[in-house]
């Protein structure tokens, strides 16, 4: 199989958990909401599958695919397959961010003022990462085993930094927590309209950034020995990473692992090709949006399923993404260690 096919297989999972997203839901059964797609169905059906529904699910490919494309970044530019912005302190700056701008409400509460907070929080985490282990190392010399170990840290000052917001205005704490599970749930055309523009620039400049990304992932020496200079461009593919993650954060909240999930999906799906930057970028923005939209999918059955008495269960899309990264973390780990034992033996 060409690795065009790979790609238009992951385009047809996105597309086939895409559309489920559009036909699962409490208010509306499939049938009506496919009446509805077809412009047959009662105003009121039309309005909730074109209104709420469409606009979720564009939300949450939009979101995927900039975790999916921080993902593939960070794993290249620190050269372990472990990585992704909840280990880096990108993604908890982000989410600072976001919660940041919640609490000060007004119009810094909105779609477009969340997404720049977001921004400026996946900034400073990123930032401070950066300072930290460039400090240590020598500037534009940090070494990607120094990242990660102070990414971890600079991960668990900011989620500290976020609890506190949290605990200063416990009455919106209830609001708040999608912020740090992750969630579509009231995601509209405002939402998509503010993450698109995100989605499609980290994207471009992700796969222009390709050929930097392969030589970062092999090593320095490398890298500089064919004219590289190393520490600018490291630094210009991690902000591509921050502005990922945070308009995906923005809009959706943490959505734990997606930007660990996504890339080793497309690998898995791309095969050999999954080497080539160029496509595993593109590969794990479809693998990312995939995998967004198809938790959303069993967060809403398992709420449309679940007993729940007077009030719906709504489970958020992040609890689902939580567990199935985590399946795929000791997956991972579990390879690593029986590859380590088996050099060693």
Do not use: K, Y
């Not at 790609?7 to 086939?16: D, E, I, Q, S």
């Not at 996946?122 to 930290?132: F, K, M, R, Y």
């Not at 399923?305 to 939580?322: E, S, Y």
């Amino acid at each position: 199989m060409t690795a065009l096919l790979r790609l238009l297989l992951l385009t047809a999972g996105a597309a086939v958990a895409g559309t489920a997203g559009l036909l699962v839901g409490t208010a509306v059964s499939p049938m009506d909401a496919v009446s509805a797609l077809a412009g047959i169905g009662d105003p009121p059906a039309r309005e909730l599958v074109i209104g709420l529904r469409m606009p979720r699910v564009l939300v949450g490919f939009a979101a995927g695919a900039c975790f999916g494309v921080a993902g593939v970044v960070l794993q290249s530019v620190l050269r372990n397959p472990l990585a992704s912005p909840e280990v880096t302190g990108v993604g908890s700056g982000a989410v600072l961010g976001a919660v940041a701008a919640t609490l000060a409400g007004g119009a810094v509460a909105g779609p477009i003022g969340v997404l720049a907070v977001a921004v400026l929080g996946g900034t400073l985490g990123g930032g401070v990462l950066w300072l930290l282990a460039g400090r240590a190392a020598g500037p534009g010399t940090a070494d990607p085993l120094r990242l990660a170990v102070s990414g971890v840290v600079v991960s668990a000052v900011l989620a500290g930094g976020t609890l506190l917001l949290l605990t200063a205005r416990p009455q919106l704490a209830g609001s708040l927590v999608r912020w740090l599970v992750g969630s579509l749930n009231g995601r509209g055309w405002e939402h998509w309209s503010a993450v698109w523009p995100v989605a499609l620039v980290v994207l471009v400049a992700a796969v222009l950034l390709a050929p930097v990304l392969a030589l970062l992932a092999v090593d320095d020496d490398h890298a500089r020995g064919v004219g590289l200079a190393v520490g600018p461009w490291r630094s210009v593919v991690v902000l591509v990473a921050v502005l990922a993650t945070a308009g995906a954060v923005a809009v959706a909240g943490a959505l734990a692992f997606v930007g660990l999930l996504a890339p080793h999906l497309a690998r898995a799906v791309l095969g050999p090709a999954g080497a080539d930057p160029r496509l595993l970028v593109p590969g794990a923005a479809l693998a990312g949006a995939a995998t967004v939209a198809a938790a959303d999918v069993v967060a809403q059955a398992v709420t449309v399923l679940a007993p729940t008495g007077d009030r719906p269960l709504g489970m958020p899309t992040g609890a689902v993404t939580a567990v199935a990264g985590a399946v795929v973390l000791i997956v991972l780990v579990r390879r690593s260690s029986r590859a380590v034992l088996g050099g060693e033996s």
